[in-house]
């Protein structure tokens, strides 16, 4: 637990004085180190903090705000899901994942017309893939 914490310290003092190249090098590495706690069964507080960070750095990424949108949805933040799953798929109108993400979220909080809407959404996807 103390190699995280010095890991993390370390990352966030190196961003005060990275350049936009090293930025996305930085991002990069955030997003790398993400995915490894959440395919380990990390602390979920601690990849939602990796991913945030990433996304500060660079926004555009539709994997990131489907991740961590799948982790707030885990988490019960269906609202905050629901915006990382749109972020995702204005980024990428073909997102299947980020479909179906929404369309569980949105069952989850029983509204089943946009359950409905965006499961059809993801099926279309696959259909045109």
Same mark, same amino acid.
């Given at each position: 637990?103390? !190699?995280?914490r010095f890991?993390? /310290? =370390? $990352? ?5 004085? *990275? ?40 926004? !555009?990424?539709?994997?990131?705000? /489907? =991740? $961590? ?5 885990? *988490? ?32 989850k909080q029983?509204?089943?017309?946009l359950s ?14």
């Amino acid at each position: 637990m103390s !190699n995280l914490r010095f890991f993390l /310290n =370390t $990352l966030l003092i190196l961003t005060l004085s *990275q350049t936009v190249m090293a930025n996305c090098d930085f991002a990069t590495d955030l997003l790398f180190y993400a995915y490894h706690l959440h395919r380990q069964g990390g602390d979920a507080a601690q990849q939602k903090l990796l991913f945030n960070k990433s996304l500060r750095l660079f926004p !555009n990424r539709p994997q990131v705000h /489907n =991740t $961590l949108a799948s982790i707030l949805k885990k *988490q019960g933040k269906y609202s905050e899901a629901i915006y990382h799953y749109e972020q995702a798929l204005e980024l990428r109108p073909k997102f299947f994942e980020a479909w179906y993400g929404l369309g569980e979220t949105y069952y989850k909080q029983e509204r089943f017309p946009l359950s409905l809407e965006a499961h059809l959404h993801a099926c279309q996807t696959i259909k045109d893939s």
